[in-house]
């Protein structure tokens, strides 16, 4: 696969902000041109001997390969480096356990760690006998201590997808008890390091926790926003993702990524500024398409919104200002620029599904009056006690039958 200068540099630009996430200083990187991979070591001898002066000379303690590496890879590659080697999948799993604040982040991150090393139990035991003697209940006579360890590790996965299953229902329950208010949402999807954070603050007056790196963001925050005519949303902000984002780490978020799946809006954020931000775009699609939203960026409630303008050069800002306005906006996330415009269009968005009505009841009318209080949301009440009328105006769904 041939990849351009500019490709290499993106690509280990966001490898080493992935090691500065997990709390590492990076002493050197290099790109290494392969001919093919090999099974036993990834690399070839040559590329070996010079990873280990590297290491060597720059007294590395551990290796990152961005990439996923087999056990056998890693395994291979840490005897012959004589250091600790770990891959892509590892240094995400890393992070996203040091970002995790909420009961549920953490075993969504457990879940997703356990799946992950249940495969490479051998690189724990190649230095012990791997007989052992087992009694009853304990394991049976000749269980190797990987098969032990490894039903451990079922059970304890079993307990967590059990106590996931648990979240789920509790969210399905605030959803519906959501719909009853009725508050529609709208939730921020996006490419770790787009800014959706700056954004989700920015709009809610919050001081959710933002900052210039991957995966600032992991367990989701809500907030309740006013609109304007009446139409109040929640806005949701939801974990970051990434090119090559593992597997066990979308399939352990699902119910946190379900909050996406339920919104009635989804604002996609876009780091505008980025030169790979179509690829990150893609990247974005492919995991929105795992979790069973085959052909979003086609459907009305899908809203793609280019931040961080004020970094680009007046040309290309006005590039971008020119796209559909009923599907995208181009804002500055913080300096505010364009935010309004986003505001009014998901305004637009979401009155195309409630429209305000004005009714008049006489004052005696208790049970038309109770009627319109359990079919709406009652946005004003004025009585004119001369004439004997209550009028109310509420905000209902189109195409709700009149009282």
Not at 60 to 76: F, G
Not at 287 to 312: A, F
Not at 373 to 395: F, M, N, P, Q, S
Request: net charge neutral; hydrophobic share 40%; glycine share 8%.
């Amino acid at each position: 696969m041939f990849c351009s200068d500019e490709d290499v540099k993106n690509r280990q630009s966001e490898a080493e902000g992935l090691v500065t996430a997990m709390g590492q200083d990076v002493v050197f990187c290099c790109a290494v041109k392969l001919a093919k991979m090999l099974s036993g070591t990834f690399f070839g001898k040559g590329v070996i001997e010079r990873l280990r002066q590297d290491c060597e000379e720059c007294e590395a303690e551990l290796l990152v390969v961005d990439a996923d590496l087999s056990p056998v890879q890693q395994r291979n590659l840490e005897k012959a480096l004589n250091l600790k080697v770990i891959d892509r999948t590892a240094v995400i799993l890393e992070i996203f356990g040091r970002r995790a604040q909420t009961k549920e982040g953490k075993l969504q991150v457990e879940l997703a760690h356990l799946t992950y090393q249940r495969g490479r139990l051998v690189r724990s035991w190649t230095h012990l006998e791997r007989q052992r003697g087992g009694g009853g209940f304990l394991g049976g006579p000749g269980e190797t201590q990987i098969e032990l360890d490894r039903r451990h590790l079922d059970t304890r996965i079993l307990k967590i997808k059990k106590e996931l299953e648990k979240v789920r229902q509790t969210r399905a329950i605030q959803r519906s008890a959501r719909v009853k208010v009725p508050y529609p949402v709208a939730a921020l999807v996006g490419y770790t390091n787009a800014g959706k954070s700056t954004l989700f603050n920015f709009i809610t007056k919050s001081d959710v926790f933002a900052k210039d790196m991957l995966f600032a963001t992991l367990d989701p925050t809500m907030r309740k926003i006013d609109l304007g005519q009446g139409t109040e949303i929640i806005l949701s902000d939801t974990v970051g993702f990434i090119s090559n984002l593992p597997h066990e780490l979308v399939m352990a978020f699902r119910a946190t990524l379900e909050e996406v799946l339920e919104a009635d809006v989804i604002l996609h954020v876009i780091d505008v500024s980025n030169p790979k931000y179509k690829e990150q775009r893609e990247n974005v699609l492919a995991v929105l398409r795992e979790l069973g939203l085959q052909k979003i960026e086609y459907e009305p409630n899908y809203v793609e919104v280019y931040n961080k303008i004020d970094l680009l050069a007046e040309e290309e800002k006005m590039h971008i200002l020119k796209r559909d306005s009923g599907k995208s906006a181009a804002v500055s996330a913080l300096n505010g620029e364009g935010v309004d415009d986003l505001l009014a269009l998901l305004l637009q968005k979401f009155a195309k599904e409630r429209k305000v009505h004005t009714l008049v009841f006489d004052m005696a009318d208790g049970k038309g009056i109770a009627a319109a209080y359990r079919t709406g949301e009652v946005l004003e009440r004025r009585e004119d006690v001369e004439a004997g009328k209550v009028y109310l105006a509420i905000l209902r769904e189109n195409g709700k039958k009149s009282i």
